[in-house]
């Protein structure tokens, strides 16, 4: 999660873009370590004022913080359609695509999105990621945290609705 008041306005968007869940991802580089119930509670409070005023059919489920091993645990368990990892540009190690119709089936059920710290994942979490997901280059420049998740939240929600109603060709 990014530092301070971004973590909320990143919280509140993507409930409002319709995201089932939020995990939030502790990895040897996270900058925030959302902790105390104050934080929790204030990302619940928003998620509810964001699910009303979205008009979403759901809430959002805030889960409490992660690390590695128990999202890979996670992801093995609930047997993901599609899992995407934010992946860097011209990155040698992990190229990077960008999505298209191909990634997606026709309806898409259950997706991960999983979008890393400030500075990248380390080489450690790419090489985990890389054996359950795939790594998705969302733009040609380094993107801050609450970007590349909105970004990431919108073209799948998008490249998925439209596959799913026969409009992506």
């Not at 409930?15 to 925030?32: K, M």
């Not at 985990?128 to 795939?134: F, M, Q």
Request: net charge positive.
């Amino acid at each position: 999660m990014p530092k301070s008041s971004r973590s909320d306005w990143l919280v509140e968007k993507v409930t409002e873009l319709g995201v089932s869940h939020i995990f939030p991802l502790v990895s040897g580089l996270s900058v925030l370590i959302p902790k105390g119930d104050q934080r929790i509670s204030r990302w619940k409070r928003l998620i509810d004022q964001a699910s009303k005023q979205s008009l979403s059919p759901h809430v959002t489920t805030l889960h409490p913080s992660i690390n590695f091993q128990t999202m890979m645990k996670l992801i093995s368990e609930n047997k993901y359609e599609r899992v995407f990892w934010g992946g860097m540009p011209n990155d040698p190690v992990y190229p990077s695509k960008f999505l298209s119709r191909s990634d997606f089936p026709d309806v898409l059920r259950s997706c991960m999105l999983i979008v890393g710290p400030e500075g990248d994942f380390s080489a450690l979490d790419k090489d985990l990621l890389s054996k359950v997901g795939t790594p998705v280059c969302l733009s040609w420049n380094r993107l801050r945290v609450e970007s590349a998740s909105m970004l990431f939240v919108g073209l799948v929600a998008a490249l998925s609705k439209a596959q799913e109603q026969g409009k992506l060709m």
